[in-house]
T-cell receptor, first 113, second 118 residues
């Protein structure tokens, strides 16, 4: 069938700057969230996750913030590098069973050298 | 750890033929595997959830006779696109779920298969 093309939101940052990628989720019953990175022509790669009983979690150069009040998730990347250029997806459980994830539309991050 | 291998990475086939895509969890056992379809510049669309030893659960709008899924072991799931047509051309991605006390829903993804139907 016909697919409707959507333009991915894009974020362009200078190498070395910090990046903030945002995601709004819809299901207040979601209790687990994951950020994935997808490079062109490849499968998504796990970056970091967070449970709904937390509002912040840090990894190596990345931090995820969760605001359940407004159903907002963000991914912060410190000292962005050219290798960080990719599409970033947030995913939520949607409160359902069976381990299914609901993916957001994605944000394309472009890092300028 | 948690490596998922997907094969082939790219396939071109004639209209009307069938194509099989394999998804393997290399260093863990995956009771659940997922199949997604992705169009350019779009997000991942879940096609079906595959549990080892049972029938796959298909998402609404996905033709189960068109996209045959077999999950014969804890490390292998296959997706067969039957009687492929040009509109089936897409990027197909599998994932395998690892469940633990902390990370109950982490899915690890294969590298994807680019299917082009002529």
């Amino acid at each position: 069938g016909e697919s409707v093309g959507l333009h991915l939101p894009t974020l362009s940052v200078q190498e070395g700057d910090n990046s903030i990628i945002n995601c709004a989720y819809s299901n207040s019953a979601s209790d687990y969230f994951i950020w994935y990175k997808q490079e062109s022509g490849k499968g998504p790669q796990f970056i970091i996750d967070i449970r709904s009983n937390m509002d912040k979690r840090q990894g190596q150069r990345v931090t995820v913030l969760l605001n359940k009040t407004v159903k907002h998730l963000s991914l912060q990347i410190a000292a962005t590098q050219p290798g960080d250029s990719a599409v970033y997806f947030c995913a939520e459980t949607g409160g359902g069973q069976g381990g299914k994830l609901i993916f957001g539309q994605g944000t394309e991050l472009s890092v300028k050298p | 750890g948690a490596v998922v291998s997907q094969h082939p990475s790219w396939v071109i086939c004639k209209s009307g033929t069938s194509v099989k895509i394999e998804c393997r969890s290399l260093d863990f056992q995956a009771t659940t595997m997922f199949w997604y379809r992705q169009f350019p510049k779009q997000s991942l669309m879940l096609m079906a959830t595959s549990n080892e030893g049972s029938k796959a659960t298909y998402e609404q709008g996905v033709e189960k006779d068109k996209f045959l899924i077999n999950h014969a072991s804890l490390t292998l799931s296959t997706l067969t696109v039957t009687s492929a047509h040009p509109e089936d051309s897409s990027f197909y991605i599998c994932s395998a779920s690892v469940s633990s006390n902390r990370a109950k829903n982490i899915q690890y993804f294969g590298a994807g298969t680019r299917l082009s139907v002529l």
